[in-house]
């Protein structure tokens, strides 16, 4: 849905590069034919001047047929030379890398807006990955690894309800507004259900930034205090604000203060306002989170987000 920061811009480029590189690759083809072979050159030069001359035909009404029958014989006997000299007819054909959008990355249709071709979706998926700072949790955590033969009878039905509300979000992240507050003490599988939701969601082309409660709080203190203004630093502040998804993980283990509280309220208040998604864990029961921030996050919290309960086994230890 959303690549940030320029990405879509440094994606063109990218295709821009590669077009550059595969017409460079092909000059150098198509010389090193002419260079060995000059007949061919020659054949090639005179098919050229032909189709001149049949445009001009063309634009002073005059007959084409005379011309139309010299180009097909300059083209017959320069097929029987590429035959003779042993090179392959495709020398001069343009190189693709994708050669089902031509390296543009579109797919132009005629009867509607042009599509993403698969490798710009591709190359879309990656960059938003890189950009969730999930790379390496994504690959331990996520539907595929799951497993509930680890849970008794009772916690078993709860955390599949829990499995099936997260993929319930996943269907309908698009339409339906929803905030997530995972609650449970350590290894309930709070970041583990985040996660599988955060791979899903990137895997259909959202952008989602996953940080711990400490890292997004340091981050955003960076931001504001440095004195040098670091451009990676701001840009992720804008991707805190404006990703499709943003999961705040273990909220309760940074150092609470005056700074912590006012960024955290307006992140959820911001991101509340125009209606982007937030996922929060925390160690934390509901009451000690009022204590510990204030009563307008608490009310936005309990009036905006879904509370999920988790409890059972240590996942850590099995997942
Ligand atoms: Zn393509």
Known sequence: ????????????EEYSSIRMENERIRDERLEKVYSEHPEIKEADLKIMDLLTQKAFAALKGNDEKAVDDKIAAAKAEKETLVKAAGVDPSYEDRIYTCPYCKDTGFIVKSDGPAEKCRCFRKRESEILLEQSGMSELLKDNNFSVMRTDIFDEETKDHFVKAVDYCKGYIDSFDTDYRNILFCGTVGTGKSFLSCCIAS???????SVVYMSAKTLFDTLAQAQFSRENLPEISAVRERIYDCDLLIIDDLGTEMTNSFVGTELFTIINERYNSRRSVIISTNLELALLRDRYSDRIFSRITGSYDVLRLYGPDL???L
């Open 1 to 12: 849905m959303a690549l940030q920061n320029g990405a879509f811009e440094r994606l063109q």
């Open 200 to 206: 899903e969601l990137l895997d259909s082309y959202h």
């Open 316 to 318: 850590r230890n099995v």
